[in-house]
């Protein structure tokens, strides 16, 4: 069974610099799994922020980007804002039309 | 504009059944794949289903393989779940979600776009 990780909460101070990261249970998380992030605020559909490693969705502020560190993924805020503070989720497709979602890291914001 | 509307929750006994929809607007409905996505009450995310744009690749998770059914209706617009033999932990509010597969001539895999959800409850 597949297990996408993510840490369960962060905490950055407001301008501050926070990097989430996405990995896998067993073995390293690479372009290949065209790792996406998404942004969900309470009782809020998710929206898409990334995708493809590193591609911003439209409409995304460049204080957001993605890459890859060692062997996982990873979204970086730079310069976080109040309106940051959400649930962030990666997932990762696994080929074969099979797609492994993160627990989700709880970002706050003070 | 992109829209998905998701409908069909409700609450139901276990054992029970229901059928989500997810009616469709703004974009070519039969070009897209489509997935199922949803999340119990204060939990993550949880990949449910997927369906390619003409049917012919149909995809599940585990924990729903078996009970659950997904199907489109190009014609209609629509994309459908049909829920089976529910379980307490199916409870859920379940998002309808676009799926991308390629951008340009370079392949991406992502969800772009996402319905508000329908919530179904498991409960006796």
């Known amino acids: 069974q597949t297990v996408v990780t993510q840490e369960p909460s962060f905490s950055v101070s407001p301008g501050g610099t926070v990097t989430l990261t996405c990995g896998l249970s067993s073995g390293s998380v690479s372009i290949n799994y065209y790792p996406s992030w998404y942004q969900q605020t309470p009782g809020q559909a998710p929206r898409t922020l990334m995708y493809s490693t590193n591609t911003r969705s439209s409409g995304v502020p460049d204080r957001f980007s993605g890459s890859i560190l060692g062997n996982k993924a990873a979204l970086t805020i730079t310069g976080a804002q109040a309106d940051d503070e959400s649930d962030y989720y990666c997932v990762l497709y696994m080929g074969s039309g099979i797609w492994v979602f993160g627990g989700g890291t709880k970002l706050t914001v003070l | 504009e992109v829209q998905l509307v998701e409908s069909g929750g409700g609450l139901v006994k276990p054992g029970g059944s229901l059928r989500l929809s997810c009616a469709a607007s703004?974009?070519?409905?039969?070009?897209?794949?489509l997935s199922w996505v949803r999340q119990a009450p204060g939990k993550g995310l949880e990949w449910v289903s997927s369906?390619?744009?003409?049917?012919?690749?149909?995809y599940y998770a585990d924990s729903v393989k078996g009970r659950f059914t997904i199907s489109r209706d190009n014609a209609k617009n629509s994309l459908y779940l049909q829920v089976n033999s529910l379980r307490a932990e199916d409870t859920a509010v379940y998002y309808c979600?676009?799926?991308?597969?390629?951008?340009?001539?370079?392949?991406?895999?992502?969800?772009?776009?996402w319905g508000q959800g329908t919530l179904v409850t498991v409960s006796s």
């Open positions: 703004g974009f070519t409905f039969s070009s897209y794949a």
């Open positions: 979600a676009r799926e991308v597969w390629s951008s340009g001539s370079y392949y991406v895999y992502y969800f772009d776009y």
């Open positions: 369906i390619s744009s003409s049917s012919s690749y149909i």
